[in-house]
């Protein structure tokens, strides 16, 4: 579609400074004409004609760029303040492989001891094999980080961690990396671009399983990496291309979709989420909240300096696994199911996974709170903990 110039249109200038609720919704349209559909269309082709040369400009092939993967890679670009376009992936796993491949071959990663367990796992696995040393920190203690950051390669950043909600000092950890050399990358998943831009204080490279709050209806699987460095940017390209975890194009699509709505949902879901964590702070059957958001939380203070939000999942700590098993078996209205970010409520005790950390309490749940009204939420909650007593 060539731009008619009968229809004014944003450049990229005009767009980046656009709310980021507008941008959520404006960013990553098809050109205007007349009779221009309004939404990118799912181009199903594995190959491109062409006679000349493919790399610079021309397409080639699908694995190397694919026209429905860019609008969504412009809007999540443009959202975590970049200028330049994120990379989607089939996996926010996908994503966190090409990000952990900038670590060089023998280098030190130093990483959160609650860092997502995919991401641990991979890092572990990479450590065993002899490809990188892995110091496991305690992300919330910002001195000892620091002291770990002393011949290290790439920081890698999770606030707030997952389950443990533990609230990193990003801006005293990012200027301590940069002055040891140390590449920083932030995995956004959970505070997601409307909570804080990690690249606006000094973070190299962003990366999001946007499977969570971007793409938000547990529909797809989808990941993406974001930087403002084109030679970074061209090096997560290049793994992209050759470890081949590229996104189909109708998850892409589904995943712009999704986008559209990112600002509603997470205002809605953190509002109820805070209500409900301060409700549950006062039954008796919780031993402990953790939740950014409560004054009574340890990162309190951080998150409200740094975070636009507290956002929308909350642990809480039950009397030990089969307690937490029992009451995550009687709600009805609550998925009992792993992940979160999607417009519906889910639930789970975390050490379930074998995978999961052992400092992780047996104890403990997650939730992730969605669109649901919240008198409905509570209801659920209420009668699941209550009937265990
Ligand atoms: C889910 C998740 C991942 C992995 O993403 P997938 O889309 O499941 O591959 C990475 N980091 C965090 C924080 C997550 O929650």
């Known amino acids: 579609m060539r731009a008619d110039p009968e229809y004014p249109h944003l450049d990229d200038a005009a767009l980046a ?23 990118p269309e799912i181009v199903l082709s594995s190959t491109f004609v062409g006679l000349g040369g493919v790399g610079e400009g021309a397409r080639g092939y699908a694995r190397f760029s694919n026209p429905t993967w860019e609008p969504f890679e412009d809007a999540v670009g443009k959202l975590e303040g970049s200028p330049l376009p994120a990379l989607l992936f089939s996996s ?5 492989a090409a990000a952990l491949s900038l670590v060089p071959v023998g280098g030190v990663v130093v990483a959160p001891r609650h ?24 992300i919330e203690d910002t001195a000892a980080t620091v002291a770990a ?3 290290a390669d790439v920081l890698w950043v999770e606030s707030p961690t997952n389950p443990m909600m533990e609230v990193a000092d990003l801006p005293a950890l990012v200027a301590a990396a940069h002055a040891s050399g140390v590449l920083v990358v932030v995995d956004n998943t959970f505070s997601t ?28 699987l989808l990941g993406v990496t ?4 084109e030679q970074l940017r061209a090096r997560l390209h290049q793994h992209r291309t050759l470890h081949g975890a590229i996104a189909g194009p109708v998850e ?40 950014p958001g409560l004054p009574s939380d340890p990162g309190h203070e951080r998150a409200a300096a740094q975070l636009a939000g507290f956002g929308s999942v909350i642990s809480i700590e039950l009397d030990g696994a089969e307690a937490a098993d029992a009451f995550v078996g009687r709600v009805a209205l609550w998925l009992p199911a792993t992940s979160l970010g999607g417009v519906e409520s889910t639930i789970e005790r975390r050490r379930r996974h074998l995978a999961e950390p052992h400092t992780v309490p047996d104890g403990l749940v997650r939730l992730s709170v969605g669109i649901e009204n919240v008198e409905d939420l509570w209801d659920d909650l209420r009668q699941a903990l209550d009937s265990g007593r």
Do not use: C, F, I
């Open 115 to 138: 860092s997502y367990s995919g991401t641990l796992g991979l890092a572990q696995l990479k450590a065993e094999r002899g490809e990188l040393t892995l110091l496991e920190v305690d």
């Open 193 to 220: 671009p409307l909570g804080q831009k990690p690249l606006g204080v000094g973070a190299d490279v962003v990366v999001h399983s946007a499977t969570k709050y971007l793409a938000g209806h547990s529909d797809v």
């Open 252 to 291: 892409a699509w589904l995943g712009l979709r999704g986008l559209r709505t990112l600002a509603l949902r997470v205002e809605r879901s953190q509002a109820t989420a805070g209500e409900l964590a301060r409700r549950l702070e006062d039954h008796p059957a919780v031993q402990r909240v953790r939740y």
């Open 226 to 229: 974001v930087t403002a460095d």
């Open 17 to 39: 400074a656009l709310a980021p609720e507008t941008l959520a919704v404006a960013a990553g349209r098809p050109q205007r004409g007349t009779d221009s559909p309004v939404n």
């Open 92 to 96: 926010g796993m996908g994503a966190v």
């Open 149 to 151: 950051l002393d011949g």
